[in-house]
């Protein structure tokens, strides 16, 4: 459950981002569209965000034509990664098995371009 609240939360803080950083809009602006998802392995908690410069959606579920998808081995694995989300996290969390990439890891760069600007 906390996982499932964190995920919508995080929907609720790109939303504030787009509407209130202008650093974060620019960015967006560059990107013109960035579709992304955090799910679990055996997918059981899933959301997707799907970004434009004129909005951003928050969704249940993953889609299949995201961009990226943020896969992680449990649900306190993704709670503790996604408190403090940094590259050495990434990293770190790639490395020993608690999160999976599913797509381009060049998106991975541009979403933590946003993500930095929360």
């Given at each position: 459950m906390k996982l499932k609240l964190m995920l919508w939360w995080l929907g609720v803080m790109l939303k504030r981002a787009r509407s209130r950083k202008a650093a974060f809009r620019d960015t967006l602006e560059r990107l013109q569209r960035f579709?992304?998802?955090v799910a679990t392995e055996d997918l059981s908690i899933a959301r997707h965000y799907r970004m434009t410069p004129q909005a951003v959606q928050s969704g249940a579920?993953?889609?299949v034509d995201l961009a990226l998808e943020l896969r992680f081995r449990d649900a306190d694995s993704a709670t503790r990664f996604l408190r403090k989300p940094s590259?050495?996290?990434f990293r770190e969390g790639l490395f020993d098995g608690r999160l999976r990439l599913v797509g381009d890891s060049r998106d991975l760069e541009r979403l933590q371009s946003l993500l930095k600007h929360l």
């Open positions: 579709d992304w998802g579920g993953l889609p590259q050495r996290a």
